[in-house]
């Protein structure tokens, strides 16, 4: 890849065209493409919440090096380091903009672990710079976002696996394979519950930007404002400019396994209904939230995706609170957690086969790099896009306050100017999400 400014980087990626394409040669793309015994040079983009987790799970991987870590907040760099040097890690170097990382010639991975606002043109940028990228969820703020992120993928030839983990644990993939095979009869229903413990975020005043800390960067592509603390670390999850609440946070994850278990891609109808019914605070998306999603050309008689959002006290339903439980004709199977599952089977609700057993997702990603073959990812970038476009259509809805029809060949709403608004947004130069034709 030619060396390039970022000034030319910025400029080359929103006219979608990759770094350096035209002076990459055959034979450099083909030497990029062999990894299966050379050491895989990884960064590290966000360096709170799953950063943490991506370091974990990458760090330990035989020939894998932690090379970079990337964060627009330095005041994270010194814990991380020390943890990555306690684990005989080495020292990775530190950069404040992502786009440093896509410059560098020597990093063959990036992992995207930042707010939602940024996974999708963090996870672009890295496939136009030639680097594989394995991006957190859900990926995308938008259905337009994860569109051009998928497109990039394809454009570009690169492995980009989505941060929905649980597809690569046995159990889960057991579950589904049951629903596949009949255990269940015939099922017509899924039913995703995101039940997470969230309190108040209380009200914060705009303060100065602490030191060590580029708010410019981290907002990026979202619409500037002033900084406070609950438009930063965390808190950000509740704000329309930057999260997609819960659904988008916990309930992505269950909302993949829906859509994964009934075997779909996009509803034809929306129905949300939502409000803020506990807590006066900063928080913009509603915290109590039940989407029901139709689907009326899946299986003979069509086939309903239920999800439901609450925020505080609840009881759980057979032991789930944060899973999914799938109807069919001849029983129901529970999956209460990331690694475990049970069946019910018939009108005495008998109990059938279970599971529990997790995987390595990091592991299966970097599999699929060393190899270049994306058929080895359990959650490949396009499925993710279908999932997380899942959780923006319901929140679409909830924010409209009326049902919405989708085209989802177009990936457009049916007559609904407003809501076709959403589908993208306006975004911040030079952080612009492009549109990208595979």
């Known amino acids: ?9 910025i400029k080359r990626s929103a006219k979608t065209t990759a770094v350096g394409v035209g002076a990459i040669t055959m034979a450099q793309r083909a030497a990029a493409k062999t990894k299966a015994n050379e050491k895989i040079r990884v960064a590290v983009i966000g360096l709170r ?31 991380r380091i020390k943890e990555i040097e306690k684990r005989g890690w080495g020292t ?27 996974h999708s043109l963090a996870g672009v940028w890295a496939c136009q710079a030639d680097k594989d990228a394995y991006v957190e969820k859900p990926c995308s703020h938008n ?91 965390y808190n950000w999850h509740y704000l329309w400019d930057f999260g997609n609440g819960d659904i988008g946070n916990q309930g992505v994850h269950q ?9 779909v891609k996009y509803p034809e109808t929306i129905t949300s209904g939502s409000g803020m019914y506990l ?10 939230i039940n989407s029901t999603f139709t689907f009326p050309d899946a299986g003979e008689m069509g086939k309903m ?28 199977i529970v999956i209460d957690s990331y690694t475990h599952y049970q069946s019910y089977l018939g009108d005495k609700e008998e109990k059938g086969p279970g599971k529990n057993k997790g995987g390595d997702h990091y592991a299966n990603f970097i599999e699929a790099v060393r190899a270049h073959d994306a058929s080895i990812l359990n959650a490949p970038i396009e499925e ?29 709403y049916v007559g609904d100017a407003e809501a076709s608004a959403m589908i993208s947004r306006d975004y911040r130069e030079p952080y612009v999400v492009p549109s990208i034709d595979a």
């Not at 890849?1 to 980087?9: K, L, P």
């Not at 039913?191 to 602490?210: E, F, N, Q």
């Not at 006290?313 to 069919?328: L, Q, R």
Request: proline share 4%; glycine share 12%; net charge negative.
């Open 1 to 9: 890849m030619s060396d390039v400014t970022r000034r030319d980087f």
């Open 49 to 79: 919440g799953r950063g943490g987790s991506h370091i974990n799970g990458l760090g330990g991987l035989e020939n894998v090096e932690l090379a970079t870590l990337c964060d627009p907040d330095q005041r994270l760099f010194k814990g």
């Open 92 to 118: 990775p170097k530190t950069e404040t903009d992502l786009r440093r990382v896509m410059d560098d010639k020597d990093i063959d991975v990036v992992t995207v672990a930042t707010p939602n606002h940024w």
């Open 143 to 233: 259905i337009f976002e994860g569109r051009q992120l998928s497109n990039a993928m394809k454009k570009y030839d690169r492995i980009v696996q989505h941060g929905t983990q649980i597809r690569s644990n046995p159990a889960i993939q057991e579950a589904i394979q049951h629903i596949r095979d009949g255990l269940i009869g015939e099922v017509y229903m899924a039913r995703g519950l995101c039940y997470r413990w969230r309190d108040s975020i209380g009200k914060k005043p705009a303060t100065d930007v602490p030191n060590g800390v580029d708010y410019d960067l981290w907002q990026g592509p979202a619409p500037d404002g002033q900084f406070s603390d609950n438009r930063f670390h």
């Open 255 to 263: 909302m993949d396994i829906c859509r994964w278990g009934l075997g």
């Open 279 to 288: 807590f006066d605070d900063d928080k913009e998306v509603p915290n109590v």
């Open 305 to 332: 995706m239920v999800f439901d959002v609450r925020p505080w006290m609840t009881n759980d339903e057979k032991g789930a609170k944060v899973g999914v439980i799938f109807y069919g004709s001849e029983g129901y």
């Open 384 to 412: 993710g896009h279908y999932s997380s476009a899942l959780c923006h259509l319901g929140l679409a809805s909830a924010r409209l306050g009326r049902t919405l029809h989708f085209d989802g060949e177009k990936e457009d």
